[in-house]
């Protein structure tokens, strides 16, 4: 069989998230043995933390969104009759959501720490996203539900983490102001990424016309945010 159009720009968008998966596995073992083994320095510890949880849970969306899902196969593929490997996606999105809810719990409680230097404050802040993991995981609920709760409470931790960070940013000075002025830009730009690639059939269907557009730009801006906050953090180091 000749491999179509559709079928290439599906191993491209394949491809793209290979990427951010292998660049989220570098993370964490940078930061935890070459950042943290060294410095001991708890933001360290808990960066590598965010960037391992944010790795296993795309490696199951991966598997959910590529080969349990038939929507994935969109263009001519399901008139060549190419079919999901995978029966179901379900179990496969809910352990993604747990894991990236769980890495999310991770950054706000050190964001937390980091404003109140308070165990309270890491509590505090860590636990709605540890619920809303738990409740995506467990409980059993329909895809409109699931996007309902995903597409509510993820807009708002794509806007309250970068917020932290630039909160620490006006209150911090010199090389430190910057690397969490970038910190916060790079986080942004991680959850307009994740945000894009939950509403890409929306806006393949509704703006964009292809799937394409959204399929390179979701895991495209995700490395671009990767970057920053590599950097961010290296920023942070050097004070």
């Known amino acids: 069989m000749l491999q179509t159009i559709d079928m290439a720009i599906r191993e491209v968008h394949i491809g793209l998230w290979f990427l951010v998966v292998g660049y989220y596995f570098f993370l964490f073992l940078f930061l935890l043995f070459f950042r943290w083994r060294t410095t001991r320095n708890p933001f360290q510890f808990a960066m590598s933390l965010f960037f391992l949880l944010l790795a296993v849970g795309r490696v199951f969306y991966f598997i959910g969104d590529f080969y349990a899902d038939s929507t994935s196969l969109y263009g001519s593929l399901p008139s060549l009759g190419i079919t999901p490997l995978l029966p179901d996606s379900t179990p496969w999105l809910s352990m993604g959501a747990f894991f990236q809810w769980m890495a999310l719990a991770t950054l706000s409680a050190t964001a937390g720490f980091m404003i109140f230097g308070q165990r309270w404050a890491e509590i505090l802040f860590a636990v709605p996203a540890v619920i809303i993991g738990i409740v995506l995981a467990v409980v059993p609920m329909d895809a409109f539900t699931r996007q309902v709760i995903s597409g509510t409470a993820g807009p ?13 940013a006006w209150q911090s000075g010199g090389i430190l102001r910057r690397s969490n002025f970038v910190l916060g830009l790079g986080f942004l730009i991680l959850f307009a990424g994740r945000v894009m690639h939950a509403g890409r059939h929306y806006l393949a269907s509704a703006i964009f016309g292809t799937y394409t557009i959204p399929g390179i730009l979701a895991p495209g801006l995700i490395v671009i945010s990767l970057i920053l906050i590599a950097v961010g953090n290296e920023w942070g180091q050097a004070q």
């Open 156 to 168: 708002i931790y794509a806007l309250f983490i970068p917020l932290l960070f630039w909160y620490l």
